[in-house]
């Protein structure tokens, strides 16, 4: 029964001296807030609070290896768990958020698991930090340390959610009506350019994505004033078009909670993305690793100390009389048992097996089994150019997948699909042409533009795919990735292994790549495939003729696992690397290399571009007598290493040819293996044919030796095979 507490004589009385709490009981009667639901707020800002020093007591026992705590953030994050639903809406929490995800159904004992590493650790299974907090079961999604990535993740979860509503699939993945994605930060994190990125698409395309912003007014020791125009954020944001703004006191639960209710109903309407800013604040140092005594003065933590709501909480319930003092401290007293209960069980819990360090890492869904190797059923002629076959592939794939999404940075024929109906235009589609008419085969909204934006493409399609779409993304050119390395190292790589398979990140990353197009400098020349090889849970792939690119871009589609789908520009339309049409079903396994040419004399490993330089250089020594065998690697992680040793176990002399730097190359690592795994094959040193280590110059002359050619790949050749 839901108690009455507008006839508290109490409240009347005590209110009179404190124009503060008149307010609060106004909105406690405006809300219908019961004595219950007071007492389920004090409750989870109890439990949160304990729990953080349950954490720095087990740190300084060394029972936990870090701490950092939610302390002076519990009163707006009780509202948010106290209004949103778990289950139904979708949560981004940084950091901070203890007492939101407490709330929505955590438990101290899982936190407390996490905290110390084991097996009780239901965010991370014992792979990430405490505070990452995550839970499948709940839709809190695995959150990295990386500050500032989620807003666009959010995007993409958001985005998700409406084309789920949209195509009404009998299997799709699961999306709820007016559902609402949340997402949060501190104040220090709104100076990271994704926080606006995020903010720009979410309005742009009226997405459900809830902004909070927790401002504790400092960011580690930096003042907000540092940080942010006017030291507010949601003055900086003051009329941004499409965004609604709210403001609330953080420390009070009753005056977040009103607030929280006017932005739920304001985006299960349909009104798009909100931006809430609550003033809280941080009675405890940044982390254990910090000590914040030394950049605030005692008079400021005095004043922290008063607000913050585990102590101004408790003593407006019993200086108005809704609580008494014996209530407050008996139900301290039941939380302080329960966390301590919590420490005791989560210290009895085992850490993972040391066997299981690997699990998670890749899907079970292998993309180097017979899965994936169909054969070809070839039509027409051999004058499929290697641009045209991924092009073929993606239009067929979408017509299959209405869950797959092609988007990227002038990847669509055009923004106003209107323009179709005109017959003078023919449409962008990519600036190789290599999406041309994708947007045509796909379904409404399968195919759209990007803003300029690499970071905004990568973070906008994890959110997609770890929501069960099948995002297939363009970054226009490999020079300009860099922008979005920290979503492809940090969130990509990682979703997989860091949620212990709770959450997954299956999605192709399509990259035009390299060299040998004269006057592209060294902003349109770059290769850097290592960059991406030494990060492990993505796949990098890298065909170099069209039949290779059809059968592993369907591979790279279907497959369960991130992938990088490099595609050398200078390849896209050349005469020598053409397939006839293999059929709409044909797909090659990762990890195969393939057997260019046969030989006894030396093994030349090479990919992209190198492959049919080694081609020639190959032709060059038949006419001294010598055979020289060519592997194409075609993808690079997983690399077939099996297939080198095969083919050094008959010639003995070993090549390797890329176009990226020698220096921290792949070669380096191939190299690395045969000496390790190979070396009784050797009669040889193992060489390598690379670019210089210097940056692609613009004059044709010095692109000419900075770039491997032929010529090197035949002089070098010369010199192995006259060891």
């Not at 742009?204 to 902004?211: C, D, E, G, I, R």
């Not at 079970?364 to 017979?370: C, F, L, R």
């Amino acid at each position: 029964m839901r108690t009455n507490l507008t006839e508290t004589k109490a409240t009347e009385v005590n209110s009179k001296s404190n124009p503060l709490y008149d307010k609060k009981l106004d909105q406690i009667r405006k809300n219908k807030l019961t004595k219950a639901d007071l007492q389920w707020f004090l409750k989870n800002i109890f439990v949160s609070r304990k729990t953080d020093d349950a954490e720095i007591t087990m740190k300084k026992q060394n029972k936990a290896f870090f701490q950092i705590s939610g302390a002076g953030h519990e009163g707006i994050l009780s509202a948010v768990a106290k209004v949103l639903k778990p289950k139904h809406d979708y949560f981004i929490p940084y950091y901070r958020d203890r007492a939101l995800c407490l709330g929505l159904g955590v438990t101290p004992y899982e936190m407390l698991c996490q905290a110390n590493g084991n097996i009780g650790d239901t965010a991370s299974h014992g792979r990430q930090m405490p505070a990452h907090w995550g839970n499948v079961k709940l839709n809190i999604v695995s959150k990295s340390s990386c500050t500032g990535t989620q807003f666009l993740q959010a995007c993409g979860m958001a985005e998700a959610g409406l084309h789920l509503k949209k195509v009404k699939l009998k299997d799709s993945p699961v999306y709820h009506d007016q559902e609402i994605i949340y997402t949060s930060c501190g104040d220090g994190t709104t100076s990271q350019g994704e926080f606006w990125e995020g903010i720009t698409t979410a309005c742009v395309n009226k997405l459900p994505v809830m902004f909070m912003v927790e401002d504790n007014g400092y960011a580690i020791s930096t003042p907000v004033w540092m940080n942010t125009p006017g030291g507010s954020i949601s003055k900086a944001l003051n009329n941004f078009p499409g965004l609604k703004i709210f403001t609330c006191d953080g420390n009070c639960p009753i005056d977040s909670y009103e607030t929280m209710v006017e932005v739920e109903k304001y985006m299960r309407a349909g009104n798009g993305p909100t931006l809430v800013h609550a003033n809280v604040t941080r009675p405890y140092s940044h982390s254990l690793s910090d000590d914040h005594s030394y950049y605030r003065t005692k008079e400021d933590l005095a004043e922290e100390s008063e607000k913050d709501v585990f102590n101004s909480f408790p003593k407006f319930l019993t200086e108005t009389g809704l609580f008494t003092t014996a209530e407050v401290k008996a139900l301290l007293d039941e939380v302080t048992k329960e966390v301590r209960e919590a420490i005791n069980q989560a210290l009895d819990t085992k850490w993972p097996d040391k066997s299981t360090y690997m699990d998670h890492l890749y899907s079970e869904i292998d993309p180097t089994s017979a899965q994936f190797e169909t054969k070809p059923s070839f039509s027409g002629k051999e004058d499929i150019p290697l641009a045209t076959s991924i092009n073929m592939t993606l239009k067929s794939e979408i017509k299959k997948n209405p869950l797959m999404m092609v988007f990227g940075e002038d990847v669509a024929d055009f923004s106003e699909v209107e323009k179709y109906e005109n017959p003078d235009l023919k449409g962008k589609g990519g600036v190789f042409k290599v999406t041309h008419g994708v947007q045509k085969a796909a379904q409404p909204g399968q195919v759209f533009n990007s803003p300029l934006a690499e970071a905004n493409i990568i973070g906008r399609a994890i959110g997609m795919a770890m929501r069960g779409l099948k995002p297939v993304v363009e970054i226009q050119f490999f020079d300009y990735i860099w922008t979005a390395y920290m979503q492809l190292k940090n969130e990509m790589a990682t979703t997989r292994y860091r949620s212990g398979g709770d959450f997954k990140c299956p999605m192709v990353v399509r990259v035009p790549i390299g060299g040998y197009l004269r006057g592209g400098a060294m902003y349109h020349s770059q290769s850097g495939e290592s960059l991406f090889t030494h990060n492990p849970g993505i796949r990098v792939v890298y065909p170099s003729n069209a039949l290779d690119a059809i059968g592993l871009l369907r591979t790279s589609i279907r497959c369960d696992d991130p992938v990088m789908f490099l595609e050398h520009k200078h390849l896209y339309y050349q005469g020598y690397n053409r397939s006839a049409d293999p059929g709409e079903e044909y797909m090659i396994p990762f990890g195969k290399a393939r057997m260019v040419r046969e030989g006894k004399d030396a093994t030349i490993v090479a990919w992209g571009a190198l492959v049919q330089k080694s081609v020639e250089a190959a032709k060059e020594l038949e006419k001294e007598g010598y055979t020289v065998e060519i592997l194409d690697a075609r993808t690079i992680a997983p690399f077939d290493f099996e297939a080198v040793k095969k083919s050094l176990s008959k010639t003995h002399r070993l090549l390797v040819c890329h176009e990226e730097h020698k220096t921290s190359g792949f070669a380096g690592e191939i190299a690395a293996w045969v000496n390790e795994n190979c070396f009784e094959y050797l009669d040889a040193p193992i060489l390598r044919v690379c670019s210089e280590d210097v940056h692609v110059a613009y004059c044709p002359d010095l692109e000419e030796v900075i770039l491997p050619q032929t010529s090197h790949v035949t002089a070098m050749l010369k010199k192995l095979l006259a060891y």
